[in-house]
């Protein structure tokens, strides 16, 4: 017998929840969803995704095999039956399998395909972006050079204009230096 433990302590009351019958799948719904939110600290059960249902592997040795002789009991016709279905089954169980591969062939080749066509899309775009960069790049170096050549001309005029006035004022310094030469040196003869 089990030693007497501590009693426990009353569990707390909860208020009775009227009963709700759904009428429609949404109401359903909405009553699970509340259920689930009266306590969020409670883990929720998600239930794992069901395998496919696959019928049994036809049997390796049959033991029961049937002839078509007469004299077969009126048990034997349902045997034949239960086997006869369980074969169909598997047999479009197979078809159906056979179905879905091609199906997911299908689809896979399909997204092949898109992914194909999009990567080229993708490509061509590329191809006119980098181009179009690469026109905006040559246009700013044409006009940067056009720039450069335009200030060196400019320059160059300027140096052009400046020479032509170094060599006017110089001009005019030698005109001045010779009126300012005395027609006779003093101290001489």
Same mark, same amino acid.
């Given at each position: 017998?089990?030693?007497?433990?501590?009693?426990?302590?009353?569990?707390?009351?909860?208020?009775?929840?009227?009963?709700?019958?759904?009428?429609?799948?949404?109401?359903?719904?909405?009553?699970?969803?509340?259920?689930?939110?009266?306590?969020?600290?409670?883990?929720?059960?998600?239930?794992?995704?069901?395998?496919?249902?696959?019928p049994r592997p036809p049997p390796e040795f049959v033991r029961d095999v049937m002839g078509s002789s007469a004299g077969a009991g009126s048990g034997e016709f349902h045997v034949y039956r239960h086997l006869r279905r369980r074969e169909y089954q598997r047999q479009d169980f197979m078809d159906a399998?056979?179905?879905?591969?091609?199906? !997911? %062939? *299908?689809?896979? =080749?399909?997204? #092949?395909?898109?992914?194909?066509? &999009? +990567? /080229?899309?993708?490509?061509?775009?590329? @191809?006119?972006?980098?181009?179009?960069?690469?026109?905006?790049?040559?246009?700013?170096?044409?006009?940067?050079?056009?720039?450069?050549?335009?200030?060196?001309?400019?320059?160059?005029?300027?140096?052009?204009?400046?020479?032509? !006035? %170094? *060599?006017?004022? =110089?001009?005019? #310094?030698?005109?001045?230096?010779? &009126? +300012? /030469?005395?027609?006779?040196?003093?101290? @001489?003869?």
């Amino acid at each position: 017998m089990a030693a007497p433990s501590a009693p426990r302590p009353p569990r707390p009351r909860k208020e009775p929840q009227p009963l709700v019958i759904p009428r429609s799948a949404a109401e359903e719904q909405r009553l699970r969803l509340e259920r689930l939110m009266r306590n969020p600290e409670k883990t929720v059960p998600i239930p794992e995704k069901l395998n496919e249902w696959a019928p049994r592997p036809p049997p390796e040795f049959v033991r029961d095999v049937m002839g078509s002789s007469a004299g077969a009991g009126s048990g034997e016709f349902h045997v034949y039956r239960h086997l006869r279905r369980r074969e169909y089954q598997r047999q479009d169980f197979m078809d159906a399998m056979a179905e879905k591969q091609k199906l !997911d %062939e *299908e689809f896979q =080749k399909k997204l #092949e395909r898109n992914k194909m066509i &999009a +990567e /080229e899309q993708t490509a061509k775009r590329r @191809r006119k972006r980098q181009k179009l960069k690469e026109k905006k790049l040559q246009a700013k170096k044409n006009k940067l050079e056009q720039k450069k050549q335009e200030k060196e001309s400019d320059q160059s005029q300027e140096r052009a204009s400046s020479e032509d !006035d %170094e *060599e006017d004022s =110089k001009e005019e #310094e030698e005109k001045e230096d010779d &009126a +300012e /030469e005395p027609s006779f040196v003093m101290g @001489r003869g």
